[in-house]
């Protein structure tokens, strides 16, 4: 697919558009990337994407927002390698694996963002966050990715969340288990992973965090 089919609305710190960054590229898709043009959220954006929020796909005229909708209509359509496994309970489990990481991973990890440069974490934000992780631990099957034997629709969102642990952990002084290996070390992953990783930091120092 030619990187004129797919547009994708992006901000360089969002974990979601880093997460669908890393699909695109496992998929092995050309994409053209954006900023939402007035910021996310603004009446101009909104007039393309009508969500306003990031990461936003245009497909031939066709808008879609919300990350795990944008890489499972991609695999839908047939375009690039799949990031959905082959079964219905393997595809299920997959889908529940990165609604995991959207809706309590990240959002515990995001709860910190607000101490970056600031206050002490909170015990029960902290205590939260490390709920979810062990909770992910439980449902991680033995191998380096929640997919399988590959990277797929819940590792891109996982490979994303890592970076942010990462970074948390070095400027909160957390005690947070590193995530970020396997997703490092993937050929395809690694390089957008590294790029984001340093987005996060520059992000943090101008929060006035020793990062
Ligand atoms: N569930 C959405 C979350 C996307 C999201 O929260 N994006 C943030 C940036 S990281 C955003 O656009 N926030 C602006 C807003 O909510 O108005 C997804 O998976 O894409």
Redesign the pocket.
């Known amino acids: 697919m030619a990187a004129t089919d797919l547009t994708l609305y992006a ?1 360089p710190v ?4 880093c997460k669908v960054r890393v699909g695109l590229a496992l998929k092995g898709l050309d994409w053209t990337e954006l900023p939402p043009p007035g910021g ?2 603004s009446a101009e954006y909104r007039e393309i994407v009508p969500q ?4 936003a796909l245009v497909q031939e005229g066709f808008v879609l ?4 909708a944008i890489l499972e209509y991609l695999d839908e359509i047939g375009a690039g390698a799949p990031l959905l496994p082959g079964t219905p309970r393997a595809r299920a489990r997959a889908r529940a694996l990165s609604r995991f990481v ?1 809706t309590r991973l990240e959002p515990a990890a995001r709860a910190l963002f607000a101490f970056v440069g600031g206050a002490p974490v909170p015990g029960d934000r902290r205590d939260a966050l490390l709920r979810h992780l062990d909770t992910l631990s439980a449902l991680a099957g033995p191998g380096p990715y929640l997919g399988g034997d590959g990277p797929a629709l819940p590792d891109c969102g996982l490979f994303a969340v890592a970076e942010v642990l990462a970074m948390l952990g070095r400027v909160l002084r957390l005690p947070l288990p590193d995530l970020t290996g396997p997703g490092r070390a993937h050929p395809v992953a690694g390089p957008h992973l590294r790029t984001y990783a340093g987005v996060l930091t520059d992000w943090a120092k101008g929060k006035g965090a020793a990062a």
Not at 14 to 17: D, E, F, G, M, Q
Not at 65 to 68: C, G, I, Q, W, Y
Request: aromatic share 12%.
């Open positions: 901000t969002s974990v979601y558009c996310y959220g306003g929020t990031v990461p927002a919300e990350s795990d959207d």
